[in-house]
Every structure is written in structure tokens, then in C-alpha cells.
């Protein structure tokens, strides 16, 4: 093995010792760093390559020499400041500090004793609400009656209808239809200027209150008069039939009278 030792020249380092000692220093750690950075790269490819069985390489070791220290420098001491005395201590008062009286210790009040609450008194649960039992109530009994023995109803009453006499009932109508008869005469006034005067004896058949079958029985001897009495018994108002001749037919024969003297007729 062989030993390489690198050392770093400077022309000038006989013109300024302190000036050339440092850039030669700085020089020499730069080739040192170059060197090793070198040195590593080869270590790192030899590595990763790795050396043949024929080859043989021999170990390169490189000594890195210490530079030689430059020369010391005198140090110059600084002059120590001139020490001045310290003043003269000032004579502090003395103050006197009374004792405070001793403290008596009070006993501690007694704690009340601490009771426990009373227990929460549960107030009695409701009576239960009495259930309603349904009563039966018996159905009164049935008032025994005794069958009363049926009472003939009286007899009723009749009452017999008066006796109407039918002939002296229409007598009686025929003379209230003879004066509405006579009441509806209207007399001529051609025969009462010629003086002609009479009575005229009509029959008609009187049924439902109209005039059926009316004619002349006995003419007064002028036309006139006999046409006056007919029309005299159709428009004539006849009263309401009594209740016993209602649904009878009524068959009259009555006289129709034409005066002069004044009279209404």
C-alpha cells in the first residue's frame, strides 16, 4: 500500500502570514472534500458492479495530512476599569414590630345534627267505587179481576115521526105556489087597453122544484091572458119543498086572475 499525502502550497505566504495561511486552509478542505466525494463514487460503482474473479484490486488508501496550525496571535488584554469604592452603607432604622396578641382558638359551634326527613306518607288509595249490583224488581202482581157479567144495553128508544098529513101539507104548499104565482103576473098591456080581463085555470106537474106538463084547464076567452098565465107559472119563484114532500111529485090545478079595477094582478 501506498500513502499519498496532499499538502497545499502558497507562493505568497511569505508576503502576508495571515492572509496566506487561510486561503491555503480553504483550498485544502475543498480538495479533501473533491477527493472523498471521489472516493465514494468509486466505492458506490465498484458496488454495484462488483469486482471479477480475475481481477485483483489493490486496496487505495488516501491519508489526508492535517494542515499545520498557523502561528498563534498575541492576545492583548484589555486594562481592567479602575474599581471605585462602594459608598458607605446608609444606617437603616429600626423598626420595631409589635407581636400580634395570640390568637384564641374558639371551639366550634355544635353542628346540628342532621336529621333525616320523614318519610313521605302515601295517602290512602280510594275506596274502590261500590258496583251497581242490577236489582230485579219483580213485576207487581196482576190485580185479579173478576169478570163482570155483560149488562144488556137498554133498548133503545123509538120515537115515532108525528103523523104528517100529506094532503093538508100539499094543500097548504099548493096556496104559497098559487101567491108566487099570482106575484109573477104580468099584465098585457095591449089586453089591459083593450079591457080584456078574466081568470085562466092551469095544471102542471111540480117535481124537483120545476114545472113539467103545464097547460091550460080553463081559458080566460083571450089568448093573451092564457099565454100571460102560463108564463106567469114558469117564472114564478117557488119556495123550498117542506121535508115530507121532497122526492115527491106534486100535481096542482090552480087559478091565474087578470083584474081592471087597479088591482096588481
Do not use: C
Not at 499538502?7 to 483550498?27: F, T, V
Not at 486594562?79 to 423598626?95: D, E, M, Y
Not at 336529621?115 to 295517602?123: E, F, I, L, S
Amino acid at each position: 500500500m501506498s500513502a499519498i499525502e496532499l499538502r497545499g502550497n502558497d507562493p505568497h505566504a511569505g508576503r502576508n502570514p495571515a492572509g496566506g495561511e487561510g486561503r491555503s486552509w480553504l483550498a485544502f478542505v475543498l480538495l479533501a472534500v473533491l477527493a472523498e466525494g471521489a472516493l465514494l463514487l468509486g466505492v458506490a460503482a465498484w458496488l454495484q458492479h462488483g469486482p471479477t474473479p480475475t481481477e485483483r484490486q489493490t486496496p487505495m488508501q488516501i491519508v489526508l495530512g492535517a494542515p499545520p496550525p498557523p502561528p498563534s496571535k498575541p492576545v492583548v488584554q484589555p486594562k481592567p476599569p479602575p474599581q471605585l469604592a462602594p459608598p458607605p452603607a446608609r444606617p437603616q432604622a429600626q423598626t420595631h414590630i409589635a407581636k400580634p396578641p395570640p390568637m384564641l382558638r374558639q371551639a366550634p359551634p355544635p353542628q346540628p345534627e342532621a336529621r333525616m326527613p320523614p318519610p313521605p306518607t302515601q295517602a290512602p288509595p280510594p275506596p274502590p267505587e261500590p258496583v251497581l249490583q242490577p236489582q230485579i224488581v219483580a213485576p207487581p202482581p196482576a190485580p185479579q179481576t173478576i169478570p163482570e157479567m155483560p149488562v144488556a144495553p137498554p133498548a133503545p128508544t123509538i120515537v115515532e115521526p108525528p103523523v104528517v098529513d100529506l094532503q093538508a101539507l100539499r094543500a097548504a104548499y099548493g096556496e104559497v105556489m098559487h101567491a108566487a104565482i099570482q106575484a109573477a103576473v104580468r099584465y098585457p098591456d095591449i089586453a089591459r087597453r083593450m079591457g080584456e080581463s078574466g081568470r085562466v085555470r092551469v095544471a102542471f106537474r111540480f117535481e124537483h122544484g120545476e114545472v113539467h106538463d103545464l097547460h091550460v084547464l080553463t081559458s080566460s076567452g083571450s089568448g093573451i091572458l092564457d099565454r100571460a098565465a102560463e108564463r106567469a107559472v114558469r117564472q114564478a119563484k117557488y119556495p123550498a119543498l117542506p121535508a115530507a114532500l121532497q122526492g115527491k111529485a106534486l100535481q096542482l090545478e090552480l087559478w091565474v086572475a087578470f083584474n081592471l079595477d087597479g088591482a096588481t094582478n
